[in-house]
């Protein structure tokens, strides 16, 4: 059964950091392109960062590079987050997933899997 399943998020003031993990179980992670997005209240879903599955290629949103890296830990079938420098319009539920976004490689199931999210709120 796939799954995917985020943690790491919370309450955080403008400068801080975060990291979001996203666990994967039911197929190697390393295989497939895994993306970030997310959504604010009354706002469309954002495409925030993904990386490729075999040379590791990455993309980043215009409003969160410099700020956010994404990596990934074959070993522990799990893709990461990094947020620093975080800002109050990056408040938003984050969801990994394994639509592609722009990043290429590997496989791609037939249909594209969602975690179930995690809040991430910039706050003073």
């Known amino acids: 059964q796939v799954q995917l399943v985020e943690s790491g998020g919370g309450l955080v003031q403008p400068g801080g950091s975060l990291r979001l993990s996203c666990a994967a179980s039911?197929?190697?992670?390393?295989?497939?392109?895994i993306s970030w997005f997310r959504q604010a209240p009354g706002k469309e879903r954002e495409g925030v960062s993904c990386?490729?599955?075999?040379?590791?290629?990455?993309y980043y949103a215009n409003s969160v590079k410099g700020r956010f890296t994404i990596s990934r830990d074959n070993a522990k079938n799990t893709v990461y987050l990094q947020m620093n420098s975080l800002k109050p319009e990056d408040t938003a539920v984050y969801y990994c997933?394994?639509?592609?976004?722009?990043?290429?490689?590997?496989?791609?199931?037939?249909?594209?899997?969602w975690g179930q999210g995690t809040q991430v709120t910039v706050s003073p």
């Open positions: 039911g197929f190697t992670l390393n295989y497939y392109v």
């Open positions: 997933a394994t639509d592609p976004l722009i990043c290429v490689g590997g496989y791609r199931f037939s249909k594209d899997y």
């Open positions: 990386i490729g599955s075999i040379d590791g290629n990455t």
